[in-house]
């Protein structure tokens, strides 16, 4: 990833290839013959914009490492799980996954709780349709006193300008209004990194967006108390489209939270990405809901009306606490499934490749980005 205010994408990918390459330089003169190259924060997905530049370079990297005496080459990615065209072997390593897991290890975990009478709704950047959109319709239907939320107002001019625009049938009066009563976060840690981003987005040079690294959100961006989950019935799921392309095969930190939360949730996301939870054999509740395809309506402000319906019964109906609670425990099962293939992977990285402890601590065992992103020398 780069950093758009201080590098052009032309001058990025000769940087890029120039750090690649003196990291396979200094590997040769340990005596490595294996390299092991992750790639983790957005993994896979970003590269389907620039697929053939991306490929170019894969493969400028393979001819220098080949040069040096290095044969094997292997990518980890961190989200995305497949990509065609690359010249060397690939695992999956889903990075979120592990961030939740490596953020609770050592927590004890609520149990599901009936007796609980509000939805939680987690959003995030506001700048989407299911995040400003979906708050304002719960804002609108008078149901937020059944909620527990977290809500944070645009940052940027364009993100300004966006949540306006899509909340058009708003005066400007209501519009402030409905801001200020919905904005409320848990722990500050996410406004943290506001200044950061608003630069990042801006063009403002002043602040130089890697420094990033050392706000709070970074450092623990999956993170949040479980109380919030202890104290809710139920989420709402409001995950993040693929910004670069109609790959939505693919799932964050929200969705792997509520399954090591043990929550029950309804999905207000890309139809794509539920489907991807129920490939990998996780349960999804749309059974107990009155409009249960709702997660497959095309239209996004049809699907996320249907989300504000479901949500309005799942508060009033209890008939199925039971059934609900056994799924529940089904997805805590099969993400702690996903973990243990996680530790196999981990543990061929130690024993076939040779890579030490120490290394797969620093990447892998994290709670955080900060490991991942690197202040740049001036050269």
């Known amino acids: 990833m780069r950093d758009y205010n201080h590098y052009s994408a032309e001058e990025f990918n000769l940087l890029r290839t120039r750090l690649v390459n003196r990291e396979i330089d200094l590997a040769a003169e340990d005596g490595c013959d294996t390299i092991i190259g992750i ?3 957005d993994g896979f997905l970003q590269p389907k914009a620039d697929l053939k530049n991306f490929i170019l370079h894969m493969h400028a990297v393979k001819d220098h490492a080949l040069s040096k005496g290095i044969e094997n080459i292997y990518i980890v990615s961190g989200q995305g799980e497949t990509i065609e065209g690359l010249p060397f072997p690939y695992f999956f390593f889903d990075y979120n996954v592990r961030m939740i897991y490596n953020s609770y290890r050592h ?3 609520p149990q599901f709780n009936p007796n609980n009478d ?3 709704f987690l959003t995030g950047m506001p700048d989407r349709p299911n995040r400003i959109g979906l708050m304002s319709k719960f804002y609108d239907a008078k149901m ?4 527990e939320w977290t809500f944070f107002p645009p940052w940027t001019d364009a993100d300004s300008n966006w949540c ?5 049938n708003y005066t400007d009066t209501e519009y402030k209004k409905f801001l200020k009563d919905c904005k409320r976060s848990y722990d500050g840690r996410y406004e943290t990194a506001a200044p950061f981003y608003g630069s990042y987005t801006s063009g403002n040079t002043d602040v130089v967006w890697h420094d990033v690294v050392e706000t709070d959100w970074v450092k623990a961006p999956a993170h949040i108390n479980s109380s919030v989950y202890e104290n809710t019935l139920f989420s709402i799921v409001s995950e993040g489209p693929n910004y670069w392309d109609d790959d939505n095969a693919f799932a964050t930190e929200k969705s792997w939270r509520v399954f090591l939360h043990k929550h029950p949730f309804i999905f207000a996301g890309h139809p794509d990405q539920f489907k991807y939870l129920k490939d990998l054999g996780y349960r999804t509740f749309e059974e107990y809901l009155p409009i249960p395809h709702y997660h497959a309506i095309d239209d996004e402000n049809k699907r996320l009306d249907a989300v504000v319906e479901n949500t309005r019964y799942l508060l009033e109906h209890r008939e199925h606490d039971d059934a609900i609670r056994m799924d529940t425990e089904h997805n805590y099962d099969v993400f ?12 061929r990285f130690k024993n076939e490749f040779g890579v030490p402890e120490e290394e797969i601590e620093y990447y892998f065992e994290g709670i955080g980005y900060t490991q991942l992103i690197r202040r740049l020398p001036n050269d």
């Open 107 to 109: 927590t004890a975990l």
């Open 118 to 120: 509000k939805f939680l």
């Open 164 to 168: 306006r625009e899509h909340l058009s």
């Open 336 to 347: 702690f499934n996903h973990v243990a293939a996680q530790d196999k992977l981990l543990e």
């Open 144 to 147: 937020l006193d059944r909620a």
């Open 39 to 41: 790639y983790l924060l």
